[in-house]
T-cell receptor, first 112, second 111 residues
Framework: KQEVTQIPAALSVPEGENLVLNCSFTDSAIYNLQWFRQDPGKGLTSLLLIQSSQREQTSGRLNASLDKSSGRSTLYIAASQPGDSATYLCAVELNRDDKIIFGKGTRLHILP | NAGVTQTPKFQVLKTGQSMTLQCAQDMNHEYMSWYRQDPGMGLRLIHYSVGAGITDQGEVPNGYNVSRSTTEDFPLRLLSAAPSQTSVYFC??????????FGAGTRLSVL
C-alpha cells in the first residue's frame, strides 16, 4: 500500500530564508507527483507537477525535485515571504490504478 | 471559466439523513475524485472516476456512493449520515495524468 509522508508537520522560519519541505513515498511505481498549497478554509491549488520521467520542475521561487528510486521529493522555496504561509501537500498518482494519494501536509509559517 | 464547482458550501445533517454533495466541472476533464479532509488525517480518497460511466473506490469508500452519468458531474451521496462523516469534502478534476483542480469544499456536520 502506498504511503506518503511529509516531514516536518509544521515549520516556522524568518522571512527571507530559503527552505526545503520533504515528501517521501513507499512505492516507486508512480506516474507523477504534485505539490499543492492550501490556505486556511480554502481548497487546494496545484503548484508543481513532476512526471515520473522528470527530475525537477521550477516555477518562480519554487523548485520541486523528484528521486523516484529513493522515494523522495523536495519542495524548495527561495527567499520566503509572509504570503508563503500556508499548508503544503504532496500527492502521488499511482501507475496501477489511477489513485492519487496525499501526504498529511506541512504547515508553514513565515515570520515577518 | 468556473473550474470545479461544489455545492452546498455548508451543510448540517442529523444522523440517519441522506444528502447529495454536488460537483461539476466545465473543463471537459476525464478524471474526477472526492476526498475528505479531517484534522491530523490529511486528504483521503473516497471515490474516483476515470470517465463517464466508470467509478472506483478509494481509501475510505464505506458510507458513500457515487455515479458518473456525464463527464461534467460527479455527485457524492451519503445514504444514512453518521457523525463520523463530519468533515470537509473536496471534489477535484483533471485531464488524465495531469494537474488536479480542486473545488472550494463542502463543510458537513452530522449531529
Amino acid at each position: 500500500k502506498q504511503e506518503v509522508t511529509q516531514i516536518p508537520a509544521a515549520l516556522s522560519v524568518p522571512e527571507g530564508e530559503n527552505l526545503v519541505l520533504n515528501c517521501s513515498f513507499t512505492d516507486s511505481a508512480i506516474y507523477n507527483l504534485q505539490w499543492f498549497r492550501q490556505d486556511p478554509g480554502k481548497g487546494l491549488t496545484s503548484l508543481l507537477l513532476i512526471q515520473s520521467s522528470q527530475r525537477e520542475q521550477t516555477s518562480g521561487r519554487l523548485n520541486a525535485s523528484l528521486d523516484k528510486s529513493s522515494g523522495r521529493s523536495t519542495l524548495y522555496i527561495a527567499a520566503s515571504q509572509p504570503g508563503d504561509s500556508a499548508t503544503y501537500l504532496c500527492a502521488v498518482e499511482l501507475n496501477r490504478d489511477d489513485k492519487i494519494i496525499f501526504g498529511k501536509g506541512t504547515r508553514l509559517h513565515i515570520l515577518p | 471559466n468556473a473550474g470545479v464547482t461544489q455545492t452546498p458550501k455548508f451543510q448540517v445533517l442529523k444522523t440517519g439523513q441522506s444528502m447529495t454533495l454536488q460537483c461539476a466541472q466545465d473543463m471537459n476533464h476525464e478524471y474526477m475524485s472526492w476526498y475528505r479532509q479531517d484534522p491530523g488525517m490529511g486528504l483521503r480518497l473516497i471515490h474516483y472516476s476515470v470517465g463517464a460511466g466508470i467509478t472506483d473506490q478509494g481509501e475510505v469508500p464505506n458510507g458513500y456512493n457515487v455515479s458518473r452519468s456525464t463527464t461534467e458531474d460527479f455527485p457524492l451521496r451519503l445514504l444514512s449520515a453518521a457523525p463520523s462523516q463530519t468533515s470537509v469534502y473536496f471534489c477535484a478534476s483533471s485531464s488524465r495524468k495531469n494537474i488536479q483542480y480542486f473545488g472550494a469544499g463542502t463543510r458537513l456536520s452530522v449531529l
